[in-house]
T-cell receptor, first 113, second 110 residues
């Protein structure tokens, strides 16, 4: 099983739509979870951390289910500027120092006018 | 603050040539990382450093060497480039688990 798995997409959604991305991780010892955003031909940038109780940042909501080892990202009222690849990130891999991160391959989102 | 910078931005090598990629950060971060990103593979950790003078292997270290002589710099060396090393290389630095990435180096090995 891969460490972090994501649906690669692409997700093509109209402006204003709500879209959800899912991610599963294999390391049950992972304690820290993140969503990064990567624009085409650019570097990844931290979008938000994911907390156990779920957290919201404007139009973005992240959820964590430790029992199912599942992370989600919900984007409401999609904007054209949300078009990017969204990377699910978990600390690990198994046996590594806690300062290492494992990245999913990313889910590509295209918001269409 | 410049954040994380990488030199060069683009490079084309012939098989067997060597080169060094330079990463510099001005945020006084202890941790620095080198990743490669290939289509369909996601980001993979090559080597990392938890402080000046220390380095460690990541997921895909073969064919690469690194050095961290100064806290702000992390160098990635390719001693004998191979076509399989054609990739986009990202450097990152961080404190705790939040990582800040440089703009990347696009390397092609012919």
């Amino acid at each position: 099983r891969k460490e972090v798995e994501q649906d690669p997409g692409p997700f093509n959604v109209p402006e204003g739509a709500t879209v959800a991305f899912n991610c599963t991780y294999s390391n049950s010892a992972s304690q820290s979870f993140f969503w990064y955003r990567q624009d085409c031909r650019k570097e990844p940038k931290l979008l938000m951390s994911v907390y156990s109780s779920g957290n919201e940042d404007g139009r973005f909501t992240a959820q964590l289910n430790r029992a199912s080892q599942y992370i989600s990202l919900l984007i409401r009222d999609s904007k054209l500027s949300d078009s990017a690849t969204y990377l699910c990130v978990v600390n690990g891999p198994s046996g590594a120092g806690s300062y290492q991160l494992t990245f999913g391959k990313g889910t590509k989102l295209s918001v269409i006018p | 603050n410049a954040g994380v910078t990488q030199t060069p931005k683009f490079r084309v090598l012939k098989t067997g040539q060597s080169m060094t990629l330079l990463c510099a950060q001005d945020m006084n971060h202890e941790y620095m990382y080198w990743y490669r990103q290939d289509p369909g593979m996601g980001l993979r950790l090559i080597h990392y450093s938890v402080g000046e003078g220390t380095t460690a292997k990541g997921e895909v270290p073969d064919g690469y060497n690194v050095s961290r002589l100064k806290k702000q710099n992390f160098l990635l060396g390719l001693e004998s480039a191979a076509p399989s090393q054609t990739s986009v290389y990202f450097c990152a630095s961080g404190v705790g688990l939040e990582q800040f990435f440089g703009p990347g180096t696009r390397l092609t090995v012919l």
